[in-house]
């Protein structure tokens, strides 16, 4: 009997100390339905956690759904009311709550329902990215027949500043061969100096027969507001100075061609039953260099959550332009069915 015993002991103890030392250093989640998730909080947004769990890998959880929660790595944390926080979070004696610990030492306890953004100040690159990767079938005004449409978008957050790089094209294939219709690529860069104040700059390259545009670059500096961040949804502005270089698909280039932008980018998030999201960009640029030319586009994208990392996305969208370079069409729209993979 005491053989066994000490046999028990031993393997207990040995279970213990290698699910103490698994779990160490790890974040842990207390959820109301009485599980218990020990791994990494990779970010979180709009009251949605993104969390690299041990066993189950990857799953995104609902803030409601969350009782308290343990983290040992340093976060960006925003309210809903655009206050910042860098710390780490612990528990709460409160149940839905959690206790900031700044970096300073000062502590302030948060509603985790009234937590807007969670960023994770670590340093391994590849687990901070965060984006989408679409295919799918689309109709556009351009072409008039169906077009095979390719997108993806990869953001990644540090401290003080956010980069996204996005890119989509929409691409005919008949008799005469491949036509490249329209393509689309960009990085944007914007510096959180204030909570709600930010600087920022980009990239664009753009390709558009419909309007007569064989290829644009176009260089952003500027500035802007975060004007509403509310739990779930946000809106922001941003304006500046563009400068751009076409060439049309005649082979004209008028030189350097200055704008000024007004670009609003709304973002709305139902993490509930159905799973929707809605993002939408919708951008005016009025030109220095041409008298009277104006420029419009609009991107919106609508997405519905099919099975886990996958979601079925509509993507309508338009671009006008009152002088486009060879006094053709003016307007160009259309809209893209997609199957979209989160990461």
Known sequence: MLRKLVIFFLITGNLLITKSAHSQHKDTLYLFSGQVLIGDILAGQFSDVTFDELTLKEI????????KLTTFRRFKIQTNE????FGIMKESQKEGWTKVVEDNGDSVELRLVDIDLIVSLEKKFFKQLRGTLSAGFSYSKSSDIGQISLSSNVQYATEAFEYQVS???LWSIDSA?????REDAGLFVNWNFQPTWFMATGFHYQRNLELSIARRYQELIGGGNKLFVRKSWQLLGLSGLTFNQEKSTA???PGLLLEVPLILKFDFFKYARPDIQISSTQSVFFSLSQAGRIRYDNNTT????????FYVTLNPYS???SQPPEGSSKLDYGITFNISYKF
Not at 60 to 67: L, Q, S, T, Y
Not at 302 to 309: G, K, P, T
């Open 60 to 67: 995104h959880i609902k803030m409601r759904n969350i009782r």
């Open 82 to 85: 655009t206050v910042l926080y």
């Open 167 to 169: 890119a989509s094209a």
């Open 177 to 181: 061969g491949l036509s490249r219709d």
């Open 251 to 253: 082979g004209t280039t």
């Open 302 to 309: 609508f997405s519905w959550q099919i099975i886990r990392y």
């Open 319 to 321: 671009n006008y332009d």
